[in-house]
């Protein structure tokens, strides 16, 4: 009986030492598996080029938007050109010599013709061109056409000309219009508040040395009622 008793003491020690064995293999916390690689991304697709078709529509359709904008300027109702002008310089005039007609001030009279004034300085000091009006107006807007727009970033300051004689600066500064190679002819187009006095004239200054040529201008419009 003793014998018997000592064994089943043994086989119940055996017994708890296995369960708590299992006990703490289940405790034990089960490593996560790693997370898969994110796929690499996809090449982005190349750029398509345009076809020679396309090339041609937007060329086409640059001409088009120019010739829109031209002719509304053109003929915009509340536009008229200059009756009189003069300039401080005329190309050719300082050889002794009376300037050629091509290059006079008076080409800029009235409204564009492929007809330009020409100054004579290519890179030094300043040049202006003074432009009379027929009908003085409260204006809101000066456009420039500059044949083929060779100079136009020379331009450097914009006055109005008052009933009374005075001169107003409504602009002044480095021309951020650039040759327009849509057409023939660059607009320097700069728009204002109203002005409440009446503007009988304009003067357009530039820059020589900005933009290293000789400077030509067609015509002046001067918009305003």
Known sequence: MKRHATIAILMSTLILSAC?????????PVAAAPAPAAAPAAPAPAATQPTEQQEEMAKKQALLDYGTMEDKYLNDPKGQWATAAKASTTF?????????????????????????????????????????YAKPVNATEVRVIIPSGEGVEAVNKVELQDTDGKWNTIWTGISEVKQDRRGNRTWFVRTFDKTAYKVKGVKITIANNVQRGYKRVDAVQLIGE
């Open 20 to 28: 708590h064995k299992k006990d703490k293999q289940e405790e034990t």
């Open 92 to 132: 050719g005039d300082d050889d002794g010599k009376e300037p050629s007609e091509v290059n006079v001030a008076k080409n800029v009279v009235g409204p564009s013709d492929d007809r330009d004034w020409t100054n004579n300085n290519q890179d030094k000091g300043f040049d202006w061109l003074e432009l009379g």
